[in-house]
């Protein structure tokens, strides 16, 4: 599922508008990714988490050339899916 259609449903299932639907998609969307950023992590629950993790500096290669390189330390987003959403996807 993609955003359009994610959107759709939404709106269909609220019985609104899809602009609307869209507003409150991407409002959610945004919160989402304040909260990562400010908070470190956002928990829906039932649903799961999404977290700021800290990747260590590390030695890469570029795939093109072969060259070596260093990757520099860094935050990157990831989600982990609670047991409830796991026990669902599995049947």
């Known amino acids: 599922m993609v955003k359009v ?26 919160e989402i ?4 950023i400010t ?14 993790r800290m990747k260590v500096k590390r030695l890469g290669r570029n795939p093109k050339t072969g060259e070596s390189a260093v990757i520099t330390a860094r935050r990157v987003p990831s989600f982990k899916a609670s047991k409830l959403l796991k026990n669902r996807v599995n049947g």
């Open 33 to 36: 990714k304040q909260g990562i």
């Open 5 to 30: 259609e994610l959107t759709e449903k939404l709106a269909k299932q609220l019985k609104i508008r899809k602009s609307k639907a869209h507003k409150i998609v991407n409002a959610v969307l945004e």
């Open 39 to 52: 908070d470190g992590i956002v928990t829906l629950r039932g649903f799961g988490s999404f977290r700021a």
